[in-house]
């Protein structure tokens, strides 16, 4: 098994090379506000710690008939984000006019706003995925998220979606702690007792407000914990996964996801942020080097095709360690999301920890 899985990663690595060189664009975010009705530990955008610039609607409106006319709707998918996007007031206006210009889209909420009205104009306006978190059981979730009655609202919003019936996904995400390891079996019996299409389990990451609460991250036995149950789940059936974050080694690799790890920001995934300022990931901090240009003076499609430079080369190289080390190959410096960039270095690797 460990020959076909080197054998597929160096498939990978070469075609990770030429995505550098000829990258696609198949996921644009959008996020469409920074305005949040919770105050979450962990959140990489600093919600409600920062203002909010909002671009007009006539702005998506435009740009959107940019991205139909230049990369065109079959192979891009549109993921509507904030802070709470259904805090923005225009959000159904923006979402429906993607519709009808044919964008297939999925959003990422708090799930708090959902109701069944709410699902219901989700719906039509052509939602297809929403993934909505829940980060616990009741109290550590309403702790973490620092929002009252979060969970219940969170879980009520699911239902609803549930209950509409027409999407094609729906997902939970899960962010994993050192207050919440300890609750993912019970976490476990919940989600096998909902209609969910998938459960997606993530560790809590050393980027914006979790910086403060260094207390809160994970440590190797947590880590090797948190792998293996995914492992142990997926034997059984459920469908649950690690998100598309770090390298894992031949143990996890393919075994807590359903492919192998790639950092898709610069090459698969671009993004808008709430000023029109033009990224690649939305979780990786906002700064000169990683801000490609902005949507009210750049042309998108030529910041697209000619930018992305710092995502375009490998991480690997960036740092001597890492350009030594002899699984460069298969992460080529690990996510862009978690690398320092002032000390040049990844803040997240997983080598002499599960491999």
């Known amino acids: ?172 995400t899960t962010v994993v702690h050192k207050k919440n390891i300890n609750e993912l079996d019970e976490l476990y019996d919940i989600m096998c007792g909902i209609d969910i299409d998938s459960w997606r389990v993530i560790n809590l990451e050393p980027i914006g407000r979790a910086k403060e609460y260094p207390e809160l991250l994970l440590e190797a036995d947590d880590y090797r914990r948190l792998f293996g149950f995914i492992k142990e789940k997926r034997a059984l059936g459920m469908p649950v996964e690690y998100g598309c974050t770090h390298y894992l080694g031949l143990d996890y690799e393919r075994e807590v996801r359903d492919w192998y790890f790639l950092c898709n920001a610069g090459v698969y995934t671009a993004s808008v942020m709430a000023n029109g300022d033009i990224g690649a990931c939305l979780d990786i901090e906002r700064r000169p080097e990683t801000i490609q240009g902005n949507i009210l003076r750049d042309d998108f499609t030529e910041v697209w095709n000619n930018r992305f430079e710092y995502f375009r080369t490998s991480l690997a190289e960036k740092n001597e360690k890492c350009a030594a080390c002899t699984s460069k190959e298969f992460c080529g410096g690990g996510s862009c999301h978690s690398w320092d960039y002032d000390k040049l270095e990844q803040q997240v690797c997983f080598k002499d920890i599960l491999f």
């Open 1 to 172: 098994m460990d020959n076909i899985k080197t054998k597929h990663l160096k498939m990978l690595a070469d075609y990770r090379q030429q995505l550098m060189k000829q990258p696609q664009l198949r996921s644009l975010f959008l996020e469409l506000t920074l305005r949040c009705n919770e105050n979450c530990l962990h959140c990489g955008s600093r919600c409600n710690d920062v203002r909010s610039e909002e671009l007009p609607v006539q702005v998506y409106f435009d740009f959107l008939d940019k991205i139909k006319h230049d990369f065109g709707t079959d192979k891009l998918m549109l993921c509507i984000t904030g802070g709470e996007p259904l805090l923005r007031k225009e959000f159904f206006d923006i979402m429906g006019y993607a519709h009808k210009l044919g964008f297939r889209w999925g959003m990422t909420s708090n799930g708090i706003l959902v109701t069944d009205e709410v699902a219901k104009q989700l719906h039509e306006c052509g939602m297809g995925t929403i993934s909505i978190s829940i980060d616990g059981l009741r109290d550590t979730h309403d702790w973490f998220r620092r929002t009252k009655g979060g969970y219940d609202k969170a879980m009520r919003g699911v239902e609803a979606l549930i209950r509409q019936g027409t999407f094609r996904h729906v997902q939970i």
